[in-house]
């Protein structure tokens, strides 16, 4: 199944608090949970303005439906084509 990165535009993203994001990631769950198992949530990094999230999904449609019902921004959606790490240059 593909994978996607979302670029979230939030300002302040970065100051939030511990509070804050745990009501973010519950928000999130939650819509997840109504869209069933073929929209998985990997991971996210943020970082001053902005929250970077790694999904798994169907297609990017999935994807931003997920956004829309969360009421998340989703600035930027992008497939994943590959992975590399420094065990690459080997």
Request: glycine residues 8%; charged residues 20%; hydrophobic residues 35%.
């Given at each position: 199944m ?16 511990s ?72």
């Amino acid at each position: 199944m593909p994978k996607y990165v979302i670029e979230r535009e939030i300002p302040g993203a970065g100051d939030l608090s511990s509070e804050d994001l745990q009501g973010i990631s519950q928000k999130s769950c939650g819509v997840l949970r109504e869209l069933g198992p073929q929209v998985q949530w990997v991971q996210s990094y943020v970082t001053g303005d902005k929250i970077y999230c790694i999904y798994i999904a169907p297609d990017e449609a999935s994807v931003q439906k997920h956004a829309e019902m969360g009421g998340f921004p989703a600035n930027s959606v992008s497939e994943v084509r590959t992975v590399i790490d420094p065990t690459t240059a080997e």
